[in-house]
Each structure stands twice: as structure tokens, then as C-alpha cells.
């Protein structure tokens, strides 16, 4: 991002903060936010409550009792659902653009699939005797196939079932412009597509068993004497937990809460030394003379940490992009185009690349000639881009 300067188009942001104590604003701060962070965690615990109470209970309870107890768990969930949107929809600013109550894949999904699960155990069990034997070998496997089911027929049909989580996270407005997009699609079907391989990968680990037990102990793993197809079992179904557990450790990364702790970290306390090599320590601070055209102007280039720098510098770029159609729709004031440079500067000039010139005469009365914002992409998670140009990073700065 590279700007000249020109006349100044807007009125440098003014630092006044309100009367009350830092220390009381950031107490509050902090308490609202980890309260937020709980109730979303639960929330998102919840989602998986049908999956996880259903292989929780196999093993200790018939297989009909277990998918019960899952179809009532999604009963309870799509219930919790609605009633969250009618108090949201009461409560909201934008109560005139929410749109009617709308179940999320996943939790519509559940209740199809345990419900449909739970009658076929009923009904097998009725009609077979010997079907009691056949549901607990293959209970595990069916079950965790479904789920990684559920998500694929979501992103067949067009709509992800990521789609729901993130349309629930941001204002209707907002939702309306991104959806739109390509690139932000794709990102969603991408996180689509890890959580049906992380499926995948989950019934594949604990069908090993079912398909041993049938091949070499007639169905039955009962009439494995030594016990081992039965303690290969619950081992096969431990892994399975382990890689569901690895989903949602990626997925915690990616959150806004992890996100902000990371911003703050290195706000508070810079980056570690190995970061410091990656990036580079010494910020620039360059003195050049004009010597082509024989005139006796000098002009400083440097890295802008500094706030008052960091301000003068996001003048410029709002007055250089103060035309920017990319930002129509979502910022059409000048003031808002103002904050929105002065936010992005701020959340990137730890890499000690928000560059500007100045005539070195006038330095530093003047605001820069031109400035120049990079970001140097140097790390494998790419959190150059993914953590520091974030939403969340704008709101720390």
C-alpha cells in the first residue's frame, strides 16, 4: 500500500479519551470478553453435543438407547437455536434485516441422522435378535460417517455448513457484501473441507476394527477369546476423539480470541529473537541526498512506530485512497477511511515496514511525502496476513 501526499483531505484523529479510569475500562473489557469467550465455547460444544453424547453412551447402553439420547440432544439443540434467534431478534439494532429463524446444517443434519439411526435400531431390533450384535460392531462407524455425510451433502447443495457459523459472527449487512464474494467463499468451503477430511479420517480409524472382527471372528468380537479385537476397539475409539480434538485445536487458532491474544503478545512484548532475525531488528532510518539533480534537498526514509508518525501516515493513504471502490459499501466516509488506514498501519508496523519519506528540512513538523505499508509474509501459518490484517487486529489498534 503506497501513497503521496497531498493537501490534507482530513483532520488528524483526535486522542481524547473518555473520564473514566483505564483501569476500570480494561477490567470491564476483560470480564465482557471472557464471558463471551465461555458462552461461545459452550456454544460451540453444544453444536457437537448429539456426536459427542451418542459415542460417549456406546459401549454402556444398548445402541437404540444411545442414538436416543443423541436424537433427543439435537431435539434440545435446534430448540436452544430458535429460541437464541427470537432473543436476538428482539434485542438487535438490525432486527429490520435479520432474516426468519434458519436451523444450521449441522444441527438439522443430527436430527435427521439420530432420528433415522435411532428408529432403524428400534425396528432391527425387533425384527432381528441377532441384530443387537451387528449394531454394536458397526455403531461407531456408521455414526462418524454420517456426521462427515451431513457436512459433504452441505457443501454439494451450496451451502457449507461453515457457512451458518460464520453468517451467525457478523452484522446482516456485512454478511450480505462477503457472501457475495468469491475469496471469501472459498475460504469457508475450505474449512468445509478440512472438517469432512477430519471425518473421514475418524471413521476410517474405527472401521479397522469391524472389518477384523467380521473377517476373522465371524462377526462377533465376543468370540475372540483373548480379548484383543475388543481392547483394539476402544483404543481405535480414543484416536478417533484425538483427531476430532486436533479439529478443534485448528480451529481455536483461527478464532478472534486467539487472534487477539497473539495482537496483544506482541504489542505488549515484541516479537521472540528467532522472530526478530525473520523480520528484522533495526528499523530503517536512511538520509538521502539529491546529488542527480544538484540541488540541496535531503530527504529522510524510515520505519514509522512512533503514533503521531503512524497518524500522519494514515493522512496520506486516506487522502490517496480516498476513492478506493473496494471500500464502497462497507466505509463511505471520509472519517471512517481515515480510521480504517490508522487502524492498518498500526496493526502492521510491527514488521518495521510502514515506510515514509520526509523532507528532511521539514522533518518531522511535516507529514510524509510518501508512505509505503508492506507486510513481509515470512512465516509458514502466514499470521502475517491471517492475524495482523485481521478484523480483530484493526479493533486492538
Not at 299 to 323: C, E, G, M, T
Amino acid at each position: 500500500m503506497t501513497a503521496t501526499s497531498s493537501d490534507p483531505l482530513l483532520q488528524k484523529p483526535s486522542n481524547a479519551r473518555n473520564a473514566t479510569s483505564p483501569d476500570a475500562d480494561a477490567s470491564h473489557h476483560g470480564i465482557k470478553a471472557s464471558f463471551v469467550v465461555i458462552i461461545k465455547g459452550l456454544e460451540g460444544i453444544l453444536d457437537w453435543s448429539p456426536f459427542i453424547l451418542v459415542q460417549s453412551l456406546q459401549g454402556s447402553y444398548s445402541p437404540a438407547s444411545a442414538l436416543g439420547a443423541g436424537f433427543l440432544a439435537a431435539i434440545f439443540v435446534l430448540f436452544y437455536a430458535f429460541m437464541k434467534h427470537h432473543l436476538v431478534l428482539r434485542n438487535s439494532l438490525y432486527h429490520n434485516h435479520i432474516a426468519k429463524f434458519k436451523p444450521k446444517a449441522l444441527d438439522i443434519g443430527q436430527f435427521f441422522l439420530f432420528g433415522f439411526l435411532f428408529l432403524s435400531a428400534l425396528l432391527l431390533q425387533s425384527v432381528l435378535k441377532s441384530s443387537g450384535t451387528l449394531l454394536v460392531l458397526w455403531f461407531n462407524p456408521v455414526t462418524t460417517g454420517g456426521m462427515g455425510l451431513i457436512m459433504w451433502l452441505s457443501v454439494v447443495r451450496g451451502r457449507p455448513f461453515v457457512f451458518d457459523y460464520a453468517e451467525s459472527a457478523m452484522p446482516p449487512v456485512i454478511w450480505a457484501r462477503l457472501s457475495n464474494e468469491k475469496w471469501f467463499r472459498d475460504k469457508l468451503i475450505e474449512a468445509s473441507i478440512f472438517w469432512i477430511h477430519i471425518m473421514l479420517a475418524m471413521t476410517a480409524i474405527v472401521t479397522i476394527q469391524p472389518i477384523a472382527v467380521t473377517c476373522f471372528y465371524g462377526g462377533n468380537a465376543k468370540n475372540d477369546s483373548s480379548g484383543r479385537m475388543t481392547v483394539l476397539g476402544n483404543l481405535l475409539a480414543i484416536g478417533q476423539f484425538v483427531i476430532l480434538f486436533y479439529g478443534f485445536y485448528e480451529n481455536a487458532k483461527a478464532s478472534p480470541e486467539a487472534k487477539i491474544k497473539r495482537i496483544r503478545q506482541v504489542k505488549n512484548k515484541g516479537f521472540s529473537k528467532k522472530e526478530q532475525m525473520l523480520y528484522g531488528d533495526a528499523p530503517l532510518d536512511l538520509l538521502i541526498e539529491d546529488k542527480v539533480r544538484k540541488t540541496s534537498k535531503s530527504f529522510r526514509i524510515k520505519s514509522l512506530h512512533a503514533d503521531k508518525d503512524l497518524d500522519l501516515a494514515a493522512i496520506v493513504l486516506a487522502d490517496a485512497f480516498r476513492n478506493d471502490e473496494t471500500l464502497h459499501g462497507y466505509i463511505d466516509t471520509q472519517e471512517g477511511t481515515l480510521s480504517y488506514k490508522n487502524s492498518y498501519v498500526k496493526s502492521v508496523a510491527c514488521f518495521n515496514q510502514v515506510l515514509a519519506c520526509f523532507d528532511e528540512h521539514h522533518y518531522p513538523e511535516t507529514k510524509p511525502a510518501c508512505v509505503m505499508a508492506c507486510i513481509p509474509v515470512m512465516s509458514k501459518s502466514q499470521e502475517e496476513i491471517r492475524v495482523f490484517t485481521s478484523y480483530e487486529a484493526w479493533v486492538e489498534n
